[in-house]
């Protein structure tokens, strides 16, 4: 009788059953076959981290073999060199991936992700084993993704989060072939209204009267990864918020960046680093009291100040190189000028679109080909809007703002 198709999530595409079962036995070996010395790389992290689920699953922890061939009896066989996998979906082509099983598992896969995403599924068909946890049920597999992007947010400046716990969270990702994680590094409170406090009285736009010092003194902000002082910034550590564990103050050093690319890697993950930016960036303006805006809340930058644009690329000259994808922020640049104010409301839309332009063009100079922002076209007005650059990526998080954009798909659940 065929093998029925395993419960994977997200369901696999194609199953065809056969007879039996292939056996893991302390024998049995991980093979890495890869066209080049990067992908080779990527492939051994990736059986890496699926030894150190087989160990916890049934106790094995298999021999890896780099450029090994095409296996013998037990073995799994991972192949990525150029495979061209069925054309279901073209743009998901490169984390597609087949696997056979039949005595040994062999997987091919055009792109190390695929092969990532195979490894996901071989570790949930061998949870469906009760008995042993080390037999995969013989049949084909043919898989790609439904959806490009699956992917979620850890917003780690209002709460931030120790590595080893961003690292737990990617498995869970990978388990489930998630394929995105953004990390939002920097954040702070926004004081409504008179912030509890009676003494103040609220404004007609219900912001509060709030007097500068009593914002920064007041007000909570967090910036979650390490920045090091440099000769024309020598206070730009100051920045950072204090790492201090026993507080849960988790600040993220860039070796351990590094840690977080070389597992998201192995698990078919993109890395996404947000700096939140010109607004929501209290961590800056209270070091740098001349990158604050004079006529909006003090979390807000000044982006005719030079020391705004200085600032914010030496920080992404720091981070950018450890990273997949980079996200500017650009969400809620407020506090605008009334409506019979328009000169200065131009003013301040042609001063967004600059430096959402500018740092476009900077972060595109370092190898970041998509530049993305938070969907923010209410503080952009005609005619300035269509001055920014059509190939940064809006991600839209209010419905409403979609009447601004032509988005690249939206899924609802």
């Not at 199953?15 to 010395?37: E, Q």
């Not at 049934?58 to 009896?73: A, C, H, M, Y």
């Not at 979650?224 to 020598?234: D, G, H, I, R, Y």
């Amino acid at each position: 009788m065929q093998n029925k198709s395993p419960n994977i999530i997200p369901s696999i595409k194609f199953w065809y059953g056969k007879t039996g079962f292939t056996d893991l036995t302390s024998s049995s070996r991980i093979i890495l076959n890869a066209d080049d010395a990067e992908n080779l790389e990527i492939l051994q992290s990736m059986a890496e981290l699926l030894n150190e689920d087989l160990s916890s699953l049934n106790g094995l922890t298999l021999e890896i073999v780099l450029n090994g061939g095409q296996g013998e009896k037990g073995d799994i066989v991972f192949n990525v060199n150029g495979y061209t996998p069925p054309k279901h979906d073209p743009a998901a082509h490169d984390e597609s991936y087949t696997i056979d099983i039949s005595d040994k598992v062999t997987i091919d896969a055009p792109e190390v992700r695929g092969a990532a995403y195979a490894s996901s599924t071989i570790k949930q068909m061998l949870i469906q084993d009760f008995d042993g946890k080390d037999s995969l049920a013989n049949g084909l597999i043919q898989d790609e993704p439904e959806v490009r992007v699956r992917g979620l947010m850890l917003d780690l400046g209002r709460r931030s989060a120790s590595v080893d716990f961003i690292k737990n969270y990617m498995k869970l990702m990978g388990y489930y072939k998630m394929s995105e994680l953004q990390l939002h590094f920097n954040d702070n409170r926004i004081i409504w209204g008179n912030g509890g406090n009676p003494d103040i009285p609220i404004d007609g736009n219900g912001t509060g009267n709030w007097k500068e010092g009593e914002w920064v003194e007041n007000t909570f902000s967090g910036f979650s990864v390490e920045l090091k002082n440099t000769q024309a910034l020598p206070q730009l550590a100051k920045v950072s918020s204090v790492h201090n564990p026993e507080e849960r103050v988790f600040v993220l050093t860039i070796d351990d960046i590094k840690e977080l690319r070389e597992m998201a890697d192995g698990l078919g993950i993109e890395l996404t680093a947000e700096i939140e930016a010109p607004a929501h960036a209290m961590s800056f303006t209270k070091v740098y009291p001349e990158m604050r805006h004079p006529n909006m809340r003090p979390d807000h930058l000044d982006l005719g100040a030079e020391k705004t644009f200085e600032v914010i690329k030496a920080v992404w000259d720091q981070l950018a190189p450890y990273f997949h994808n980079v996200h500017i922020g650009a969400d809620e640049y407020a506090g605008m000028p009334s409506a019979d104010q328009m000169d200065q409301k131009h003013l301040i839309s042609e001063q967004m679109v600059n430096y959402m332009n500018t740092m476009n063009q900077y972060l595109k100079d370092k190898g970041h080909n998509e530049i993305r922002v938070w969907g923010n076209y209410g503080t952009l007005t005609y005619p300035h809007r269509s001055d920014l650059d059509k190939d940064i990526v809006h991600q839209v998080w209010l419905v409403a703002l979609l009447i601004h954009v032509k988005p690249i798909m939206m899924v609802s659940s």
